[in-house]
């Protein structure tokens, strides 16, 4: 078990040479020069560009500029943003507000989708059952930022019980209806993966077995069916948390959040290759560790699997 | 999302039926404690004044400095704000300044001829690096000091006379040097600034109405009163937030709501149908700004020497047409090379060249000889489609030519390949006045050589005239000059004059007296605020 996580912990190695690489190489690719429309229509002063060149190590071979960049990295330096800024500041600054909006998204997407799709696996059939279906459908065939428009306008402004916008600070009350609207989807899909696999594993053998044992109904649900039926919904939500980990620019922009998405998308659209390397190294180091807990997880929930 | 305004400052200007729109109780104090949040955005350069050019960083800097000059806000001209007088010497040459008494930086030290001299210099620098040097380019040493790896670290144009009086000299005479001062380039910057740029960029200290209070990267930024302020714009409110959003249309949801005062723009969201005016009744406005749009010719390219063929074309566009159709009417034909309400600005100085008259475009065109397929180019994000695929269904219609967009990804490409004269096709340049001038106008896009001539257009006599113009003892005259060189441009017609831009405004209910200053902005000295 120990070897098996030392291992996987090894593997990030590569993996984060690997893409910081990448990403600062396809920046670096991005058309047009990041400097000559930061003085509008008229264009900056070629002393300004040069200065400002020299400074962020342009006129250097890409490989000189990366492993510079990846010098100041290991030492935590993540550098400064165009506007003189620190980079490593402003990501400390929007990764709370990112992880609280990802973890109440969780939470619904877990909670009603997982209970949803309980209830109809194991009633099956009838009135319920086909609401739970279409609605699931309904939501999945709505894009997200309908979600969330529909959301604000209709709890925020005609109701006037949720926060139009989310104030800088990101309470946790004013990020409910973003994580909602987050969440949808992924909910849709929660409750039908559950409802799926509690409705194949009801007639598994090791069910009525434990059903001909004479244990209670609930012991049957809750501790053999359920632990059974929620790996493939584990799987799902883990990667869906790595994903919402990493912001949601869409989201984040009806509600102006102030999260990792909007940041990357800004540094994005000025080609500011600091900030996007910061933030997608640390993105992708979220993803694998969250990828390592849900495969750990697996071995609690079922014995059968065991890592060495 | 937030589209970042591409510009180096919104100069906008006001109709003067316009400029009191929407005010509420004339004689409401309204309440002097109180705090009032604007829209702004991301400044895209440390808060210094020297290197701050482009609109969101202005909007802060402008409020935290006053310059020499300001300009009124009803009526663009430029008056004396901390210069006590501007004395003109040898023809337009030399520029004698003498700064009022008795103002203070928000550190409490005092304004000094040394303090304006000082932070011009610094601007100038070449390895300083800063934005806005190139404002200071009329003064004479200009080229020295502003070389890449320049050790002149001084102006030769630049001498401090006494504390409170220094003087200009410029390389050649420039008459109209006087309606640069209100710009935020020429702000004075207190002694502390030049012992530790860093710490300025944190806190920085101005000489203006606002002082700096704190500042949240990406989320806002907080002024308040400086209570010793010895200008005439005093405000009647306290506190001054500027909001930074994600988005427009998130701002626009926190205006509507009441979560937000005031928005100088409004997303589409906003204006499709004009909602915004049931949205936020009897507090919008609209007035015409002074960003103009035109067709460049590519005239380094052979197909696209004959002025009669750019004049074809010209003719055959039906601008009312388009905006009425495309536009709602956002956009106003404009017929001449200068924005509205800009100093030096008159009506139709295109005159015939512009008319729409198919009959007569056609002729142009047979005598031009040109064959072959039009091409209008720009870059493809900017939402210019429509409106291009209108202008080429005109020349489709009128001409017989075959027309087609070709869109370039992204504005900083299509600009890389503007400035390389790199261009097959017609292409789009908008045009927004740093300073209220016609010489803002004409010098940067049609001088030979200038930083922004992307036509690559060429006159001598052009040149000629605006250097006549530049001599002129007086603004007046050298205006009327300058209108001679701009019916030039209407003989060759190297761009095409398309149209000027509305700028739409809304404000909560909490502001009475409400007026849209120069450059689009909530004007913060006439502003009251209940609540």
Same mark, same amino acid.
């Given at each position: 078990m120990v070897r098996y996580i030392i291992r996987r912990l090894l593997q990030l190695i590569p993996v984060f040479f690997g893409t910081t690489f990448l990403i600062y190489y396809l920046v670096w690719r991005l058309p047009g020069d990041p400097f000559a429309a930061m003085c509008g229509d008229r264009g900056c002063p070629p002393a300004y560009v040069a200065t400002m060149r020299a400074k962020f190590n342009m006129d250097d071979p890409i490989l000189i500029q990366y492993f510079k960049y990846l010098g100041k990295l290991v030492q935590g330096d993540f550098g400064t943003t165009y506007q003189g800024l620190s980079v490593g500041k402003q990501m400390a600054m929007a990764y709370p507000t990112t992880v609280k909006l990802a973890v109440i998204a969780l939470l619904i997407e877990a909670l009603i989708g997982i209970a949803a799709g309980m209830y109809t696996g194991l009633k099956g059939g009838g009135f319920l059952d086909n609401l739970v279906l279409i609605s699931t459908l309904f939501l999945i065939s709505l894009p997200v930022f309908v979600t969330g428009f529909v959301l604000q306008i209709v709890f925020g402004f005609q109701l006037g019980i949720i926060d139009v916008t989310v104030p800088p600070s990101a309470p946790i009350g004013s990020l409910i209806a973003p994580a909602f609207a987050l969440a949808s989807l992924s909910m849709a899909y929660v409750t039908r993966l559950t409802r799926a696999s509690i409705l194949e594993n009801k007639r598994a053998d090791y069910v009525r077995t434990a059903v001909a044992k004479g244990l209670k109904p609930n012991r049957v649900v809750g501790v053999h069916l359920l632990r059974n039926s929620v790996i493939p919904v584990l799987t799902f939500l883990g990667t869906d948390l790595g994903a919402l980990m990493g912001g949601a620019i869409v989201t984040e922009g009806i509600f102006n959040i102030k999260g990792i998405g909007n940041l990357v998308y800004r540094a994005i659209f000025f080609k500011e290759s600091v900030t996007v390397v910061g933030v997608v190294t640390l993105l992708v180091v979220v993803y694998l560790l969250m990828n390592l807990l849900v495969d750990l997880l697996y071995a609690v929930l079922d014995p059968r699997i065991r890592y060495e | 999302m937030g589209k970042i305004r591409k510009v180096a400052v919104v100069a906008a200007a006001l109709s003067a039926a316009l400029v009191m729109a929407g005010c509420g109780s004339g004689t409401d104090a309204g309440n002097a404690e109180s705090k009032i949040s604007i829209w702004g955005g991301e400044p895209q350069n440390p808060l210094v004044p020297g290197n701050t050019t482009e609109a969101y960083g202005s909007k802060v800097v402008r409020s935290m400095f006053t310059g020499l000059t300001q300009y009124d806000p009803a009526t663009y001209k430029s008056k004396d704000a901390m210069a006590e007088k501007i004395d003109i010497k040898e023809g337009s040459k030399v520029f004698d300044i003498t700064i009022k008494k008795g103002w203070k930086f928000h550190d409490g030290t005092e304004v000094k001829a040394k303090n304006f001299v000082d932070a011009w210099n610094y601007t100038a620098f070449g390895p300083n690096g800063q934005g806005g040097a190139s404002f200071l380019q009329a003064v004479d040493g200009y080229d020295a000091t502003n070389a890449k790896d320049s050790t002149v670290k001084e102006l030769k144009g630049l001498k401090v006379v006494s504390d409170y009086e220094f003087t200009v000299t410029m390389a050649k005479p420039f008459a109209i040097f006087p309606q640069f001062l209100g710009y935020v380039t020429f702000s004075p910057l207190p002694d502390s600034f030049f012992k530790d740029p860093k710490a300025f960029e944190a806190k920085p200290i101005g000489n203006g109405p606002f002082k700096f209070v704190s500042r949240v990267p990406n989320a806002n930024i907080e002024l308040t009163r400086y209570d010793e302020y010895q200008g005439a714009d005093k405000p009647h409110f306290k506190d001054l937030?500027?909001?930074?959003?994600?988005?427009?249309?998130?701002?626009?949801?926190? @205006?509507?709501? $009441?979560?937000?005062?005031?928005?100088?723009?409004?997303?589409?969201? $906003? @204006?499709? $149908?004009?909602?915004?005016?049931?949205?936020?009744?009897?507090?919008? $406005?609209?007035?015409?700004?002074?960003?103009?749009?035109? @067709?460049?010719?590519?005239?380094?390219?052979?197909?696209?020497?004959?002025?009669? @063929?750019?004049?074809?074309i010209s003719k055959a566009i039906n601008r009312p047409q388009i905006t009425e159709k495309i536009f709602n009417n956002a956009r106003v034909p404009l017929y001449g090379w200068v924005g509205p309400s800009i100093s030096g600005y008159t009506d139709n100085q295109c005159g015939d060249n512009c008319k729409y008259d198919p009959a007569a475009a056609k002729q142009l065109l047979e005598k031009s000889g040109f064959k072959g397929k039009i091409e209008i180019s720009t870059n493809g994000d900017g939402g210019h489609g429509p409106w291009i695929e209108a202008v080429c269904n005109d020349i489709k219609n009128n001409l017989g030519l075959d027309c087609a967009f070709v869109p370039v990804p992204t504005f900083s490409e299509v600009l890389a390949k503007e400035k390389a004269k790199q261009m097959t096709a017609l292409f789009r340049q908008g045009w927004i006045a740093d300073y209220p001038s016609i010489e803002n106008f004409l010098r940067q896009l049609y001088e030979t050589g200038a930083g922004n001539n992307y036509s690559g257009y060429s006159n001598p006599a052009f040149d000629a005239k605006l250097k006549e113009a530049d001599q002129k003892p007086n603004e007046t005259e050298a205006n009327k000059a300058y209108q001679e060189a701009e019916k030039m441009i209407a003989n060759d017609m190297p761009s095409i004059p398309l149209w000027f831009q509305k700028t739409q405004s809304g404000w909560s209910p909490r502001l009475s007296n409400v007026r849209t200053a120069l450059w689009a902005e909530l004007d913060l000295s006439t502003v009251t605020v209940t609540g």
């Open positions: - | 937030d500027v909001k930074v959003y994600s988005s427009q249309e998130a701002a626009y949801t926190d @205006l509507v709501a $009441g979560n937000l005062d005031y928005m100088d723009t409004i997303p589409s969201t $906003g @204006l499709n $149908g004009d909602k915004y005016k049931t949205d936020l009744p009897d507090r919008n $406005g609209e007035i015409n700004s002074p960003i103009i749009q035109t @067709l460049q010719f590519p005239t380094y390219d052979e197909r696209y020497k004959s002025p009669d @063929l750019r004049k074809a």
